[in-house]
Nanobody, 121 residues
Framework: QVQLVESGGGLVQAGGSLRLSCAAS????????MGWYRQAPGKQRELVAT???????NYAESVKGRFTISRDNAKNTVYLQMNSLKPEDTAVYYC???????????????WGQGTQVTVSS
């Protein structure tokens, strides 16, 4: 019913920048919080950043001051601007959107398929 499509990953040198996008489509009444998570090989998935529907943001300590999350409600899209990238930022990045598909439906989480970000030293 709801699909999330991510784009923007790739290979970049340390110190470089990337911008990830995640667009939701399908049956959507309203989107509450949006967020980005990442999973490095052999590690658990971790929160990177979240943004509420009123624009309040939250960041992992490891990315504060380097990453910026934003959203375009008209496009049902969440972005992650990543600057000053480090090799330890290498991971698969997943977006998550908390969606009401109707005014009466319960809130549900939807996830993107993941996009690889690789930072070379």
């Amino acid at each position: 019913q709801v699909q999330l499509v991510e784009s923007g990953g790739g290979l970049v040198q340390a110190g470089g920048s990337l911008r990830l996008s995640c667009a939701a489509s399908g049956r959507i009444f309203n989107i509450n919080a949006m967020g980005w998570y990442r999973q490095a090989p052999g590690k658990q998935r971790e929160l990177v950043a979240t943004i509420t529907n009123s624009g309040n943001t939250n960041y992992a300590e490891s990315v504060k001051g380097r990453f910026t999350i934003s959203r375009d409600n008209a496009k049902n899209t969440v972005y992650l601007q990543m600057n000053s990238l480090k090799p330890e930022d290498t991971a698969v990045y997943y977006c998550r959107e908390d969606v009401y598909i109707t005014s009466m439906a319960p809130l549900r989480n939807y996830w993107g398929q993941g996009t690889q970000v690789t930072v070379s030293s």
